[in-house]
């Protein structure tokens, strides 16, 4: 199997990235318990009554989206918007008199677009705080924000600071962080607990993982509705990344995918569906794997979800009722991040440097800040 050559092909830091994310999930559980009561501090300052904007690029974003339309349905006053939008539009997002908490998501913290968002918060809102969730505490954006009153800095463990290219367990590290922080919910040990289990067992199952595509395809789509629709898009991204756009690869939603993006489906297609926990929203995530399966395109429709269906169509099922779908993102992103990882050895990448023309960088490059008056 591909999966267990990883590490002697170009890919040992993005395996063991993926597989340490069980053991990363307890710890950012055991950091948050030690910094609860500063944080606890910190938000109580801040207000709740404070508008809060979470913020990133790239997958980092994809962070923040995720997150947000779960915390969006128990409190209005979150939203997601990424710092690229806030950098060349600040006046369509930062409001002078609409007191403001900035949550930025990132790996490094040296991203110019990180830096630039916080600099214009502060330019624009009279009422201006930051809460950054990083991986790296030497970091650009850690040291600005160390010793700003109106700011905290949540470290990540150590070894989330991905050494890969793409971005894994930093992704589900800050995503984790960012739940833990900011959803009331009593049972959060038991929880974590829980999603650490299945991630457990999908380390065991990564073969079962690699079989589900393992057949030649050009053109992958992922499926999926509320957060995990949203989850989607850092699905189709790792692909893009560890194949180095070989493999094209689109994030749609359940319903969406009709109007118009269904479109890319041809023989040379693989369908992977992230299938909703709610009752309600799952008939229409097996509606459309319905369809597609009935149209009899696509290479392959595979279904990831807490139950079996017997369908037609491949089926990856974890034990995982009762979990909300934004717990779920972190367990659902694991197999795509296997499935990004074998179908860049396939393609002949090295997954940890897929870039071959360098021209894609584990860090951006080029960004030009320019000055906003």
């Known amino acids: 199997m591909l999966i267990n050559q990883a590490k002697e092909k170009g890919g040992e830091y993005t395996y063991n990235e993926i597989m340490q994310q069980p053991d990363i999930w307890l710890k950012v559980y055991d950091l948050y318990m030690e910094r609860k009561n500063d944080l606890d ?4 300052e801040v207000g709740s009554d ?15 989206n995720v997150a947000n339309e779960y915390l969006r349905s128990l409190d ?9 939008d806030l950098v060349s539009s600040p006046y369509l997002h930062f409001k002078k008199d609409q007191k403001t908490l900035l949550v930025s998501f990132a790996r490094s913290g040296n991203s110019p677009e990180s830096l630039a968002a916080v600099e214009l918060g502060q330019q624009i809102v009279d009422d201006f705080y930051n809460l950054a969730i990083t ?22 463990p150590e070894g989330t600071n991905d050494k890969s290219f793409a971005m894994t367990s930093s992704f589900s590290s800050m995503l984790l962080a960012t739940l833990l922080i900011f959803d009331q919910r009593a049972d959060k040990e038991d929880l ?5 289990k299945l991630g457990y067992e999908i380390v065991d199952r990564k073969e079962e993982v690699e079989k589900l595509v393992d057949l030649d395809f050009n053109r992958l789509v992922y499926l999926g509705s509320g957060p995990l629709y949203r989850l989607t898009n850092e699905a189709r991204l790792k692909i893009l990344e560890l194949t180095a756009g070989e493999v094209a ?12 993006p269904k479109s890319i489906i041809n023989e040379e297609t693989v369908v992977v569906s992230f299938v909703s ?31 079996k269906y017997g369908k ?39 997954p940890d440097s897929p870039s071959k023309t360098k021209t894609v960088n584990r860090v951006v490059k080029g960004v030009k800040i320019h000055a906003y008056k």
């Not at 809060?52 to 923040?64: L, P, Q, R």
């Open 50 to 64: 404070t508008r809060v904007i979470f913020t990133g690029a790239g997958t980092s974003e994809y962070v923040g």
């Open 76 to 84: 209005n006053r979150f939203e997601s918007v990424a710092t690229t």
């Open 41 to 44: 501090r910190f938000l109580e």
């Open 192 to 196: 974590v607990k829980h999603i650490a």
């Open 277 to 307: 926990e709610n009752e309600y929203t799952k008939l229409y995530d097996l509606d459309i794997l319905d369809e597609i399966h009935a149209d009899k395109i696509a290479k392959r429709v595979i279904s990831i979800s807490n139950e």
């Open 249 to 260: 690869a689109i994030g749609e939603s359940s319903m969406g995918f009709r109007h118009g």
């Open 312 to 350: 037609e169509w491949n089926e990856f099922v974890l034990e995982s009722k009762g979990i909300n779908d934004v717990y779920l993102s972190l367990v659902y992103i694991m197999v795509a991040q296997i499935i990004g990882l074998v179908t860049s050895l396939k393609v002949g990448n090295t």
């Open 135 to 156: 991986c790296a505490p030497d970091g650009k954006l850690a040291e600005k924000l160390y010793d700003d009153e109106k700011a905290y800095v949540f470290i990540e």
